[in-house]
């Protein structure tokens, strides 16, 4: 049994996968805070699936929902849409907080359709456990001046990319008119030092009013110095966002 908040079939709005539809599952419980957060991921009693992939019709589910419940689903949605789904994506909150029971899932999961992982790379030890059953992982580096989360990050997010080694992994970062330059070359010199040609992605911060927190001004010269140090560098805002999907 596994606490989900909800199921439902949309586009990837960002990083390496954006513009790809996938089944979304989203999980429960977060370890981190951060201040820019958008989604409610307390554990309730109610987790919310699409009545049919698509459709932004949302039923209410009793929870914690069984493990071959979500498999089920899964299947049922690639058999009604066979070819419209690129893959599967775990996020949160943080999907890692639950990687025993994630551990007994994905095998299934991934007979039928491949697994993308959304985390906020600050778990190793739980990525050490389900990483061998990932096809994807989109790792966050949570920067200081627009997550606001209390501590410095940079030496778990440094642990967890070296153990996402050898799984197609990918880094985002979420960027504002707050951000320093020092900021991004903190993100580079790990990236440099565990793997040049892992990808990062710039992205604008999304406002609660729906509006970008960045000047285009700042967010080209943060994207210059990143550049300069690191040669996959690309700006990506939420995309779904803009499309008003869910």
């Not at 966050?140 to 030496?155: E, F, I, N, Y």
């Amino acid at each position: 049994m596994i606490h989900i908040s909800e199921l439902f079939s949309s586009i990837q709005g960002e990083g390496l996968l954006a513009g790809r539809r996938q089944i979304f599952v989203r999980l429960t419980e977060c370890n981190l805070d951060c201040c820019y957060c958008d989604t409610e991921f307390g554990r309730t009693e109610i987790g919310r699936v699409e009545s049919r992939p698509g459709s932004a019709d949302l039923i209410n589910i009793p929870q914690p929902m069984p493990l071959h419940a979500i498999t089920d689903i899964i299947a049922e949605w690639q058999a009604l849409l066979p070819g419209a789904h690129h893959s599967v994506s775990f996020t949160g909150g943080e999907p890692l907080l639950y990687a025993d029971l994630l551990a007994r899932l994905f095998p299934d999961i991934r007979r039928i359709i491949p697994i993308h992982l959304e985390t906020n790379g600050t778990m190793h030890l739980a990525l050490g456990q389900v990483k061998r059953h990932l096809d994807y992982i989109s790792m966050d580096m949570k920067l200081p001046s627009t997550a606001g989360c209390t501590g410095q990050l940079w030496d778990l997010h440094a642990l967890f990319l070296r153990e996402a080694q050898g799984c197609n992994v990918s880094v985002k970062v979420v960027v504002g008119d707050v951000t320093e330059q020092h900021e991004i070359f903190k993100v580079c010199e790990i990236i440099a030092r565990i793997n040049i040609d892992t990808p990062l992605f710039l992205q604008p911060l999304t406002l609660p009013d729906g509006t970008i927190g960045i000047k285009a001004a700042h967010l080209l010269h943060l994207q210059e110095l990143a550049s300069g140090r690191l040669p996959d560098v690309r700006v990506i805002p939420q995309m779904h966002k803009l499309l008003g999907a869910l």
